[in-house]
């Protein structure tokens, strides 16, 4: 047995006493109108000077009670919604969202669907680690790497607006497989954003892999063990970097992740240089995986043969991706309706919030900036 | 595994069986913490993916907890659910997989279902003042504590 309060303090935030002014603890509000914290989280610091004694987190100030309008909405109706939790990587929600009603329904898309769901998925996890790296770098001082990295995710969103018309909530995919064929050109414009990005990120690279300002206020900050990040359930890039080579693309395959062959990149440190490192691995590998499955795209059906009303028989699935922020769940109970009984999402930057607390106790309140931006959390998707 | 869970535990364990290829247990809720611990300590389940729970109002015990949990090594997942009253609290399994703090607050707050034993146990997504738990099933879809909306916010209604 471990004692929870190890992993996640609990400050006890009553009144202030007499003895206030003469005390070295301070606390304060960091959030939630901070331009730091990528939308409206807060987090109450407990300080002794500039070192960070204990953090809480106060989320639930973009709540909309996506699970409630689920059980009132058809399965249909309700795959929109999902684009609205990590609005940066609304493809991947697309993607978890039909795959477990599919897999409720016992319906399997068509080859064809999956790989077109598997390169708008990749090319969705390379513009939301493009958002994450341009933010973050942001937040550290270095504000060049933010209009490079805006300008060429503009490519990933053309291709998107193509697609499908929407460039951030695309609503990409159906139940069943997918809603549109690809247009006349999609191959060659992921072939030809595929050439354009792999130059970028080693451009990238000269600007910050070894900038003296980016190693000293990444190095050594915001650690974390691999044993506490299974305690924790931090999932993705962060669990990754600190070691473990774990990815639900290799680990339980989906879409045509299966037929493509990728690295798993790892780090050693589990510090914030650690998991830039990973991340900007993995946009290399995503590029990798883009370039085969373009290359190998059957032809055929893009929708599996669904009924016109959905219904799935009684029971629960649970079903789960690999987001570009960590494992992304449905747990779906269907009572046979046309409605789904109960719907759970499982959010990986709500429970990987969860570890900023162990990460930043002793460090300075300069490095909860940096820690927040290589978690790498959006806030629609904390709150939901 | 499951037969010999259902060998120690006999009738504690109502139901063990797959769905659609995905492993779950039905347990009784007086095995719990045990049965957690055994499962992370024995059967190597070391990463609770998620903690929440579903409403059936028509039930005795009104509500189904789930844990979904992961094993690293086995690469395998198992759901275990316990069913329990309106009212009643579980212990609290922080101490088995500390991520378990958020998730049960949130299920506090969404179900009003209580963690014995939690260090922190209040809301977490809404006001720590708001009334009611949305998730049940006699909370309406745009159902909302009126009083604390016109106190909070200064407005008669946030529809």
């Known amino acids: 047995m471990t004692d929870p309060t190890t992993y996640i303090s609990h400050l006890e935030l009553g009144e202030p006493d007499k003895t206030y002014l003469d005390s070295n603890e301070l606390i304060i509000n960091m959030g939630p109108q901070h331009p730091a914290t990528h939308g409206v989280l807060r987090v109450i610091l407990k300080l002794d000077g500039e070192k960070v004694l204990g953090t809480e987190c106060v989320i639930g100030y973009l709540h909309r009670g996506v699970e409630k309008i689920a059980e009132h909405r058809t399965y249909t109706m309700f795959n929109p919604y999902v684009d609205r939790m990590d609005y940066v990587a609304a493809v991947s929600n697309g993607l978890g969202y039909c795959e477990a009603v599919e897999k409720l329904l016992n319906i399997e898309a068509p080859p064809r669907a999956n790989y077109i769901r598997l390169i708008l998925t990749e090319l969705n996890r390379l513009a939301s680690h493009q958002l994450w790296l341009g933010t973050h770098a942001l937040d550290i001082g270095a504000i060049t790497p933010l209009f490079y990295l805006f300008r060429d995710r503009e490519e990933i969103l053309k291709i998107f607006e193509r697609y499908c018309g929407a460039r951030l909530t695309t609503h990409a995919f159906r139940i069943g497989g997918c809603q549109y064929e690809t247009y006349e050109g999609f191959e060659r414009d992921v072939e030809k954003f595929v050439a354009f990005a792999r130059p970028k990120i080693d451009e990238y690279e000269t600007l910050l892999t070894t900038n003296r300002i980016w190693l000293e206020r990444t190095r050594g900050i915001g650690k974390i063990s691999a044993a506490d990040c299974k305690a924790l359930g931090v999932t993705g890039p962060v669990l990754r970097a600190s070691g473990v080579k774990w990815d639900l693309r290799k680990a339980k395959p989906y879409a045509a992740y299966a037929d493509v062959d990728f690295e798993v990149p790892i780090g050693t440190n589990g510090d914030t240089y650690d998991r830039y490192l990973v991340r900007m691995e993995e946009m290399r590998q995503s590029l990798r995986i883009l370039e085969q499955a373009v290359a190998k795209i059957p032809e055929g059906p893009i929708m599996a043969k669904v009924p016109k009303v959905l219904k799935p028989p009684v029971g629960e699935i649970y079903h789960s991706i690999e987001a570009p922020k960590g494992e992304l769940g449905y747990f779906i109970v269907s009572d046979g309706s046309t409605q789904p009984y109960r719907l759970r999402v499982r959010p990986p930057s709500f429970v990987n919030l969860q570890a900023l607390d162990l990460m930043v106790r002793d460090q300075l309140v300069a490095d909860v900036i940096a820690v927040i931006g290589t978690l790498d959390i959006v806030l629609g998707e904390v709150d939901r | ?159």
């Open chain 2, 1 to 159: 595994m499951t037969a010999s869970l259902k060998g120690r535990y006999g009738s504690g364990i109502a139901e063990s069986s797959t769905y659609l290829g995905q492993n779950y247990l039905i347990v009784d809720s007086s095995l719990l913490p045990e049965l957690l611990l055994i499962l992370r300590d024995e059967q190597q389940f070391d990463y609770c993916v998620d903690l929440t729970a579903v409403h059936y109002p028509h039930r005795d015990k009104q509500f189904d907890v789930v844990w979904i949990l992961y094993s690293f090594a086995k690469n395998e997942r198992i759901r275990v659910t316990t069913r329990i009253a309106d009212g009643a609290a579980l212990p609290t399994s922080t101490s088995i997989w500390p991520t378990t703090n958020w998730l049960e607050r949130e299920v506090f707050d969404m179900f009003g279902i209580r963690f014995e034993g939690h260090p922190d146990m209040k809301r977490i997504l809404l006001p720590e003042d708001w009334k009611g738990h949305p998730l049940r099933k006699d909370y309406g879809i745009i159902q909302q504590d009126e009083e604390w909306v016109h106190i909070n916010l200064g407005i008669e209604s946030g529809q």
